[in-house]
């Protein structure tokens, strides 16, 4: 067992989970930042006179660098180029500095009046807090992702997968969760804002605690004689192999799709329950925070479903359906109590469960390894023209037809909506998901990629 050991430390069962664990705390930093503000649209509108459009433009700016600029392709070429230290740590620092432009934008006075480019300047600034926020968190999260298949390949490369997803959304049901009660009790947004900045700067001293073991485990390779060879060294023309990819692209465009019909879901969410269900606005996170406090025990059962026993092709499909089911019920205009809010909850928890449990482990059966960190940056790239759109979208369609009248909450006089029309589009993203579900199904049986079979 010893001279397993010392042949290569990811052969260590508590090393590799103890580096999981390491890294998986960090991302739980960036999602706990990624929607601290998500259930803090009623109170932005009360505390700060907000409305759903500039909601909408803020939210939207998550992905403005990494799709405009194309920020997160450069980070995966980085990483396959640089390595996942160097990566990891530089996306660590640019959360923070985003994070501290998003706290600052809210936090102070300086802004008020001044407009840029239309747009309130606390706004924008907050946008574009955001936006650098989301190239940090994005990179981070590809970074994780080949960092689980360097120190888990052959074993249980999806549950490890599953476990890293589902302590980042501990951060998300956390963000959902606190934030409200939170700003409510300090009488400001920025309150649980300043508590993510608090986090994600010891995220980056986690990090960097990592990056001593990823420096023993390639020493314990070289020793082995492990090291990469130069032909497996990522070069430019893989790019191109990767883009050639039918597979890659039904898997990309699954994920755009799908999280287009979750994510900017959970950032209205909130205001969802306010609007239709009748819930307080203090209150209203807690019902979406069910969502990703199931994915912590379902998305990590998923994936080890996944390594033993297959059928990964077939497990999208299903969380497709799921998906679908509840936002048709969310539509219906006349259900509006708020237990059937709760169940519908708990059912996307599990759609959302199963899709990502699969699918990330899906690529590496699709695309080599040393290809991996640009594989997953571009699909990323794709996912964030969603995260970036889709709010927006939700954001102008609120704005633009979906008004119906107005209520006096503590004083200010603020708007109400008809959430039916957003639902609908929500619903039309969760069918097409389904579809190139089905698409990637059958091209995995031309190709013979071995989605459906057992990982170990």
Known sequence: ?????????????????????????????????????????????????????????????????????????????????????????????????????????????ALDGMTILGWKAQVMFAAVGFAIFGVGVEVAGITATKIIVKWFKGKEVALAMGLQLATARIGTALALGASPPLAVHFKSVAAPILLGLVLLCIGLLSFLFYCVMDRRLDASEAAAGRSPKDEDAFRLSDFGLIVRNRGFWYIATLCVLFYSAVFPFLKYASDLMVQKFHVQESLAGIIPSVLPFGTILLTPLFGNVYDRKGRGASIMILGSCLLIFVHVLFTIPFLTYWPIALVLTVILGVGFSLVPSAMWPSVPKIIPEKQLG???????????????????????????????????????????????????????????????????????????????????
């Open 1 to 109: 067992m010893v001279e397993t050991i010392q042949a290569s430390l990811r052969d260590s069962k508590a090393a590799r989970w103890t580096a999981l664990a390491v890294v998986a705390f960090t991302m739980l930093c960036g999602y706990f930042i990624a929607d601290v503000m998500s259930p803090l649209k009623p109170l932005l509108e009360q505390q700060l006179a907000w409305n759903s459009k500039e909601y909408g433009f803020f939210t939207s700016a998550y992905g403005w660098f990494n799709v405009f600029l194309l920020m997160l392709i450069f980070g995966g070429i980085v990483l396959d180029k640089m390595g996942m230290r160097f990566t990891g740590v530089a996306a660590a620092i640019v959360m923070v500095v985003g994070t501290a432009l998003k706290y600052f934008a809210v936090s102070t006075h």
């Open 374 to 456: 640009t594989a997953y940056a571009l699909i990323f790239w794709v996912q964030n023209w969603g995260l970036m759109g889709v709010p927006a979208l939700i954001g102008w369609v609120l704005y633009r037809f979906c008004i119906t009248g107005t209520r006096v909450v503590d004083g200010q006089t603020v708007v109400t909506y008809n959430y039916t029309l957003p639902m609908m589009i929500f619903t039309g993203f969760a069918v097409l998901a389904l579809v190139f579900a089905l698409l990637l199904k059958a091209e995995d049986r031309k190709k013979g990629y071995g989605l459906e079979v057992r990982n170990i």
